[in-house]
């Protein structure tokens, strides 16, 4: 950038950072409107979404990609993860299921990067619950827990159904702070994204929570709607499939949208 006759240095630093601000936030804007857009196709075959939030470098990266199989960045820095990436995660039952990894939460963020800070969580307010990643070898894991629930609060997200996650268990060294752990989050899972260790248990806590929001059925669906069984497997989960002369038995968990275009095919609990 040419400096003006009379500009002193420190002037022309100023007008370049203001032009580079005004640069990320137009940036930022076009960022927002793009997710907006992505969500919008997202919801056009509704699928249940959860969100991974937790301080920065707790392993919420590296959680997502031992959940769905993925390779996505995972980086013991600061904010390696900005924009949030999703991917689709297989339940247990086959119930499909979006997971979004979020940026890393910090204490005293500095002013200008608020909006952008908030911008990249919107995943969270919108999900239909958090999974809350803390690393279990922090020696502020206490401190740390407080600023992502702060930060929830200031969003809004605070009375989600939130699934506490410590992780990084494979590196713990002190088996008392585990127990201390678990008597004061009585609920949580201790995982390590690592070795694998608790991640089924975890997938069965989250595969309950989407369930609670589902309707369990046995369905006799007719051969000629096939649709309604290819429906099935898109947006529901199916726990059990039989090809009959007379239709496709079916036992699942049956998304409320669907319920009235089942209707006609449900059979009482005790057929089969």
Known sequence: MQRDAGETQLELDQRMVRTQITRVKRELENVIQHRHVQRKK??????????????TNAGKSSLLNKLTNSDILAEDKL??????????CPLPSGQPLVITDT??????LPHRLVDAFKATLEEAVVSNFLVH?????????EAHAETTLSVLRGLGADEKNIITVFNKVDDLWDE?????LSFRYPDAYFVSAHSGEGISALLERMEAIVESDFS??????????YDLVARLHREGGVRKEEARDDGTYIVG???????????????ASDES
């Open 42 to 55: 997202r919801m056009t075959v509704p699928v249940p979404t959860c969100a991974i939030v937790g301080y």
């Open 79 to 88: 904010f390696a993860t900005l924009d949030p990436t999703s991917r689709r």
């Open 103 to 108: 940026v890393g939460f910090v204490r005293n």
């Open 133 to 141: 990643v803390l690393d279990i070898n922090s020696p502020e894991i």
């Open 176 to 180: 008392d702070t585990r127990l201390s």
């Open 216 to 225: 369990q059925l046995r369905l006799l669906i007719p051969h000629d709607r």
């Open 253 to 267: 968990s049956i998304p409320e949208r669907m319920l009235t275009s089942l209707e006609p095919y449900q059979l």
